[in-house]
């Protein structure tokens, strides 16, 4: 159960009313009016709680779990305990999380700008934004309705930002547009010069980096992550990304609609990742790359060529995945041997 200190539960809700808000069914003799306080896991969850199955590592939790509903696949009904009230999903996950965020919805806040924050006279502000101590705001900044902008925030001259977006403390924002509904975290940079120079033995040049950085609506950034903005082509994050904490952002890459990057990855310059390319946490995308639709790379992998559309790959450099652990178990055997 989520620490009251931090998190208020919006419930109870009967059973047929979160059926209704998941998208799942009541299971044959289900308690329709049943109702449950708040969602947990497992092993923590009681007869007031609601908890789900997703992966067949914990069907023994879900066999002896004292959770008073679960949200299961179709197959799993038959292995509930008695009594557990069942509701039936294809996608038990994705039926949790509309779950919690029933019983969890994002806080609401009074707007109101602190006094401490500097804003130029010049920049557009609607009156039901919150605005928190030490945040500046730039000339001609356009911040959209019902933004909150968190402490010692520093948003730059000409940002836009859409509707309904969340800044946390300590973020700085320059040259870039900012959609709606975008959720970032504390100490993301967002628009800081691109990585560009031209090397000479004399003494490298630095390259103007004149582009901007381009947020679509619904993503999320993580935090201490940092997006580069563009050398003269824009960077652009596709709209419904996740970006996980300590991700680096290179000047002119494209990220597609819905691309995941997971903590501690990079992409470097001019890379682009077609729509839900995954690449996960630690690993590095070289530049000038094209990772297809859907393709995923593992953890730690190094990437040096383009990554077909659907395509697994991992390891340094990144092979296609079943290729990669046959490699793994040959230089396994061969140190075995060795060792004889």
């Given amino acids: 159960m989520a620490d009251p200190r931090f998190f208020k539960a919006a419930g109870p809700f009967t059973l047929k009313g979160l059926a209704a808000l998941i998208g799942a069914e009541l299971c044959p003799g289900a308690s329709a009016d049943a109702t449950f306080d708040d969602v947990a896991p497992l092993s923590a969850a009681g007869p007031r709680d609601l908890s789900f199955l997703d992966n067949k590592k914990y069907v023994e939790e879900f066999m002896t779990s004292r959770a008073g509903a679960c949200i299961v696949e179709a197959s799993a009904a038959e292995s509930a305990p008695d009594g557990m009230e069942l509701l039936i999903s294809a996608t038990p996950y994705q039926a949790y999380a509309l779950a919690a965020q029933a ?12 006094p401490s924050a500097s804003i130029d006279p010049s920049a557009h502000l609607p009156d039901d934004c919150l605005i928190e101590a030490g945040v500046v705001i730039g000339p001609d900044a356009n911040i959209g309705a019902g ?3 968190g402490a010692n925030t520093f948003i730059d001259q000409a940002v836009v930002i859409g509707e309904n977006t969340s800044i946390a403390s300590g973020v700085y924002l320059s040259h870039c547009l900012i959609g709606a509904r975008v959720l970032i975290h504390p100490g993301v940079c967002i628009g800081q010069r691109g990585f560009g120079f031209a090397m000479a033995a004399s003494g490298h040049i630095k390259v103007p980096q004149l582009g901007r950085v381009i947020v679509e609506d619904d993503v999320e950034i993580g935090a201490n992550s940092t997006i580069d903005r563009g050398s003269g082509p824009d960077t652009v994050i596709g709209a419904g990304s996740m970006i996980d904490n300590l991700v680096q952002i290179g000047h002119n890459v494209r990220l597609g609609r819905g691309c995941v990057l997971i903590a501690q990855s990079g992409v470097a310059g001019s890379s682009r990742l077609e729509e839900f390319a995954v690449v996960a946490a630690q690993s590095g995308v070289s530049g000038h790359l094209v990772i297809g639709k859907g393709a995923q790379i593992g953890a730690k992998s190094g990437v040096i060529r383009d990554v077909a559309p659907g395509e697994k790959v991992a390891g340094i450099p ?3 995945v079943k290729e990669h652990f046959r490699q793994v178990a040959t230089v396994k055997r061969l140190a075995s041997r060795k060792g004889r």
Avoid: Q
Avoid at 103 to 114: D, T
């Fill in 103 to 114: 019983y969890y919805p994002e806080p609401s806040f009074e707007p109101g700008v602190s």
């Fill in 147 to 149: 933004c909150r902008i």
């Fill in 318 to 320: 990144a092979v296609p």
